[in-house]
């Protein structure tokens, strides 16, 4: 929130901008992003649906955390724990890319976007995937495992599985990779308390549906979702005095929807989520082999 410096008289002739405008230093993408989504008080948790999962946890002390980062944040005496998944939205697109050309072909051709079409696809399999685990490590794991030679998998397919049930249970896979990692950050005595979810993911009403069941939480999406550049908007506004500081930004920011969990649709995810911590620890050995037979292959 510090001023940096000033606009040039060169500067605003190249740019439009008055002369003396202060310059804002702001932040990173994803703790500016976790200002427009509201992040104010400690137990806020921002929950970023991109390419990635990226968290930001504000705390109420410094973390040395053995599966997160802990950091200063973005004022003097506060603090924040951060977490990622490697993979999110990157496994939406890479299911259309190969598996919905069809899809694809007929928004090209001014239809329905491809997208909708597999979020239709995945509504109408039940929870469960009709008894399919994925693992979305497709491009290796952040927090809360640390494994970058960790790969994807699908388990329990069979003949009746349909395009739906497979796309539906890469969606859960993010939901239970979520809750692992709530569940790493509980078991650390930190307290997420109030869970903003941001990014382009949050548009897939069904999907913010499964996350919430899988993990039990209330998902608080926000009206306004322009991201990064709104939270930088609102430090420079703090930078100039218009705002007292970031917890400013709780009252600011309007929530449009609470997504809240189904207990029952809990109870059998919670089975289900029991087999995905499982999967991992009895293949992680033939992942990282795979991974070496791969590049030996130059793959």
């Known amino acids: 929130c510090e001023i940096a410096g000033r606009v040039t008289a060169h500067a605003a002739a190249l740019t439009g901008l008055a002369a003396g405008t202060p310059v804002i230093t702001g932040t990173a993408d994803a703790a500016a992003e976790a200002i427009s989504a509201g992040l104010a008080n400690p137990g806020d948790l921002m929950v970023m649906y991109g390419s990635s999962i990226f968290f930001i946890l504000k705390t109420d002390r410094l973390y040395n955390s053995p599966q997160f980062w802990g950091t200063r944040f973005l004022e003097p005496d506060s603090y924040a724990v951060a977490g990622g998944m490697s993979t999110a939205g990157s496994l939406t697109r890479w299911f259309r890319d190969n598996f919905a050309g069809g899809e694809v072909a007929a928004e090209s051709a001014g239809g329905i976007n491809a997208y909708a079409v597999l979020a239709e696809?995945?509504?109408?399999?039940?929870?469960?995937?009709?008894?399919?685990?994925a693992l979305p490590y497709f491009?290796?794991?952040?927090?809360?495992?640390?494994?970058?030679?960790?790969?994807?998998?699908l388990i329990g397919?069979?003949?009746?599985?349909?395009?739906?049930?497979?796309?539906?249970?890469?969606?859960?896979s993010v939901g239970y990779g979520i809750r692992h990692n709530l569940?790493?950050?509980?078991?650390?005595?930190?307290?997420?308390?109030?869970?903003l979810a941001v990014g382009g993911g949050t548009r897939n009403r069904a999907w913010m549906q499964m996350v919430s069941d899988i993990a039990a939480i209330e998902q608080h999406i926000p009206a306004q979702q322009i991201g990064a550049a709104y939270g930088d908007a609102f430090l420079a506004g703090v930078g100039v005095g218009m705002f007292g500081g970031t917890r400013d930004a709780g009252r600011?920011?309007?929530?449009?929807?609470?997504v809240r969990p189904v207990p029952q649709t809990h109870t059998l995810y919670s089975r289900y989520y029991e087999i995905y911590r499982q999967v991992y620890h009895e293949t992680v050995e033939?992942?990282?082999?795979?991974?070496?037979?791969?590049?030996?292959s130059g793959l």
Do not use: C, N
């Open 157 to 172: 397919l069979s003949l009746s599985h349909t395009r739906g049930d497979i796309y539906r249970a890469l969606l859960e």
């Open 252 to 258: 600011w920011v309007q929530v449009q929807e609470i």
């Open 139 to 153: 491009a290796g794991e952040r927090t809360p495992i640390f494994d970058p030679d960790a790969k994807g998998l």
């Open 183 to 195: 569940d790493a950050m509980r078991a650390e005595g930190m307290s997420p308390a109030r869970i």
């Open 121 to 133: 696809l995945a509504a109408d399999s039940p929870p469960g995937a009709r008894g399919l685990v």
């Open 286 to 296: 033939s992942m990282h082999q795979l991974g070496k037979l791969a590049s030996l």
